[in-house]
């Protein structure tokens, strides 16, 4: 029977395996994070994995300045450190010294810690932002000399005012050499005295965009006299440069729409502007020529001669009231009369005869109105309406 | 951005465009006040013109070609 060993001996055993072995000693390992622990104690617990394996890891709370961030699930991280065994559970495990984000995680760790410490500088608060001239007469752009960037830049721009000087600063706009590119191209046009500085590119992953994450590219717009329009990428992607420059475009077309003002815009202004001064000194024109008319009016007013035949139209319309009244009189007095001979007519004896009555008369003339006027065979006259009859009495009666 | 803006001021004593604008726009208040005398009246038209006509001068209408910052600093077409 062979030897029979107790479980201590054998993990104890296979600790001292792992601690002579030189490569566990100090070994790093890329994974990604999951099962992450803060204990209260202050030593973080988590597993590393990748598609195919995993491994617990410790940090203790006194190596914890390796670990610059917060660590959290399914970061990809580089761990450096030791893998050790943990005797008492027979468990081996790797002891972590320091904790880097891997890769793109790197880049966004130092992209978030730039723009915290930035802001913190108050590099980018609005006071120091310069308000972006609205006409312009040369535009300076830092950017690649090929590429879609430039091409919509000078399109736009041309297309927009085609007096407008562009300068281009060919930069390099990816790269190691990309950040002292973009510097100097910001301090040349600078020199030139531009209006207005287009600083940008076109889209690109994170690292393709980087240099417009750097410190040195930031502070370079910054400190720079002359307003700056960042246009890096799309619409999406904002980078320390965007956050430092005067105004953001979403794109690079967009920066020089932003840039130039449309020239047909100055033109309408201007057009405008004659229009309103001559539409305005006409209104004083005119305001000065109604007061002389009103005064010329008040003037003929008071003239002797308007005087004079505003008398005499007084006279004759007193004239006229005199001749109308007179008129009404006469009618009155005319109509008057007319009643009366009416009434009178109606009264008269002679219309009577011209009804069928008639009248007589004796020989000399006096009215018969007895029998006893008369003898029987005296002649008498008698009247009607047209004329008079001769007759003599044949005979009397009583009543 | 901000820091050496004095600097120039100092420099363009020709105006810009825009401070010429705000010029017209004040000689158009002025024009618009219902009591200035015809006299004044034509004095800020002529020089509201005299405005406008320097406005047609700083545009500088000559279509301009794209310059290019060369590696020895001087400029070239693009």
Redesign the interface.
Known sequence: MQNVYTVAQVNSYIRNMFTQDFMLQKVRIRGEVSNCKYHTSGHIYFTLKDEKSAISCVMFSSDRRGLPFRMTEGQQVVVSGSVDVYERDGKYQLYARQIELDGIGALYERYERLKAELAERGMFDEAYKRPIPRYIRVLGVVTAETGAAVRDIINVATRRNPYVQVILYPATVQGEAAAPSIINGIHALERLQTDTIIVGRGGGSIEDLWAFNEEAVAQAVFDCSVPVISAVGHETDVTITDFVADLRAPTPSAAAELAVCDFRQIEERMEEYEATMQHLCRRTIQRYRNRAAQYGMRLRYLSPLHILRTKKTQAVSLEEHLQAAMEGKLQEVRHRLALYAAQMKGLSPLDKLSQGYAYASDATGKTLSSVEQVAVGEQIQVYVKDGSLLAQVQEKRNG | ?????E??TEKEQVL???ET?AQ?EE??GR??AED?T?EQ??A??NR??AL?AQ??E???????K????NED?G?DE?
């Open positions: 951005m901000a820091k050496k803006k600097e120039k810009s465009l825009e604008f017209i000689v158009i024009l618009e200035i015809l009246s034509f800020e038209y509201g013109m406008l406005c047609n700083t545009i500088d209408r000559v279509e301009k794209v310059l290019k910052i600093g400029l693009f």
